[in-house]
């Protein structure tokens, strides 16, 4: 798992909630219409904005207000920086073929350290950056989670490349090897509320881009926000995560699918409460299909296909607890099914309940767990799932319920399990301490 220290992010969620706002976002000046309006953006013919690239999709956002629909027409556009999506509008594209296509990645190195609250980047290669492209910031230490500054390039002053906002670290070029990329989230709602995304397919040309893990970048990602839906949408080869939000309260991904990232299909994390991700299919992603990263709790996850990902079907770990996962398919993940990362005893998953799903097939020929729950989680109730390798030969699903020693009460009834074959399966008791082999 990828290691990330969140110690600084406040821990009462209404709290950082009204921080945000109090903040503002980049479209704060945002106010109500006297009727809602429909804003149109094209690559042709007749449109309110004509274009084909990220910024003729900003002009047509920035004429929006609350209630307010965009509706983006057939076409691939180039991102060369993040949508930024404001509270109280819809966001609607033509499905499956209003495709936003994040941009070829370029990088350079800085010349002298970038410090914190810097604005003026001092890069070898000035002339890979031009206005209004998004950046990142990072070196060899502060290149993940939250310690990598997102901005904007605002003006190109050779040898110096003007941001802004200013960066959040301080950067060290001589022995850290502080770089400046265009990395960036390509849809990004950002302190926001009331805001929904449809229709809209997210490539995050995964093959020309840097890494860039879920706390500040995704194919669609979602800071600091309340009660946004992404709905009918596709996040594909992103270089990191498919669909992220962070510090949110009633977040809801429906009937979407997100697959060929490199890191996670779903990702609801820090402080994110009462999600709900239903009918979405995630699969073949590098890592994890659905994570539950720090404090994901009283959520939904039910109705959803996650199949086929490099390690787990679902993981969930640091205070991600209360949640209920129901008649979801998990299949053919590379490692375990359901994983329930180890913590330390104040800080583990507790309280998950696993009813009415299909864990199925997963494993390598190493190893291979249905659900795998480390110590000292306590509280899990698995009831009522069909928990099986279903195949005739290349069975890698050996163990249906794996309880690891120190962990706590795990609560195994009614599921489906077949009886032991070639040492292979063994029936889950209907006991705190299932069978293993």
């Known amino acids: ?40 953006v094209a690559q042709s013919g007749t449109a309110d904005v004509i274009g084909n690239d990220s910024a003729a999709l900003q002009r047509a956002v920035d004429m929006l207000h609350r209630g307010d629909t965009l509706t983006i027409g057939a076409g691939t556009y180039q991102m060369d920086n993040s949508l930024f999506v404001p509270s109280g509008v819809t966001i609607k594209g033509v499905h499956g073929q209003t495709i936003l296509k994040k941009s070829a990645g370029v990088e350079s190195e800085l010349t002298e ?50 941001v802004h906002p200013l960066t959040l670290r301080d950067y060290d070029q001589e022995h850290k090897h502080a770089r400046l990329r265009n990395t960036f989230p390509v849809v990004a709602v950002l302190n926001a509320e009331n805001v929904v995304l449809q229709d809209l397919t997210v490539d995050g040309n995964r093959e020309a881009n840097a890494y860039i893990d879920g706390c500040r970048g995704g194919a669609i990602y979602m800071y600091c926000v309340r009660n946004v839906t992404v709905r009918d949408c596709t996040a594909r080869n992103y270089n990191g995560d498919g669909i992220s939000f962070q510090i949110s309260d009633g977040v809801q991904v429906l009937n979407s699918e997100s697959y060929g990232h490199a890191g996670f299909g779903i990702h609801p994390g820090t402080g994110s409460a009462r999600s709900v991700v239903s009918r979405c299919h995630m699969h ?43 008649n979801n398919t998990i299949a053919r993940n590379g490692r375990v099914g359901v994983y329930f990362r180890k913590e330390t005893a104040k800080n583990s998953g507790n309280r998950n309940t696993f009813r009415s799903n299909r864990i199925l097939d997963n494993g390598n020929a190493k190893e291979g767990y249905g659900v795998y729950v480390e110590a000292p989680t306590t509280d899990i109730v698995i009831e009522n799932n069909q928990i099986a390798d279903t195949r005739t030969a290349g069975r890698t699903q050996r163990v249906a ?36 082999n």
């Open 284 to 326: 073949h992603n590098g890592d994890i299909g659905l994570f539950l990263c720090w404090r994901v709790q009283h959520g939904r996850f039910e109705n959803n296909i996650i199949e086929d990902n490099g390690h787990y079907g679902i993981s969930i770990g640091h205070k991600d607890t209360d949640n209920e996962f129901a």
């Open 401 to 436: 319920i794996f309880k690891a020693p120190g962990a706590g009460t795990v609560r195994a009834a009614n599921n489906v399990t077949p009886e032991a074959s070639e040492g292979i399966y063994q029936k889950t008791a209907s006991k705190d301490v299932p069978l293993t």
């Open 113 to 162: 350290d970038g410090d914190y609250g810097e604005s003026m980047l001092a890069v070898a290669e000035p002339g890979k950056f031009r206005p209004g492209m998004g950046v990142s910031v990072v070196d060899d230490s502060f290149n993940t989670g939250w310690d990598i500054s997102i901005t904007t390039v605002t003006a190109v002053q050779k040898p110096y490349v003007i």
């Open 1 to 40: 798992m990828r290691p990330i220290s969140l110690r600084t992010i406040p821990a009462l969620l209404g709290v950082v909630l009204a921080i945000c706002a109090i903040s503002g976002s980049r479209h704060s000046s945002n106010v109500s219409a006297s009727s809602p309006r429909t804003i149109t």
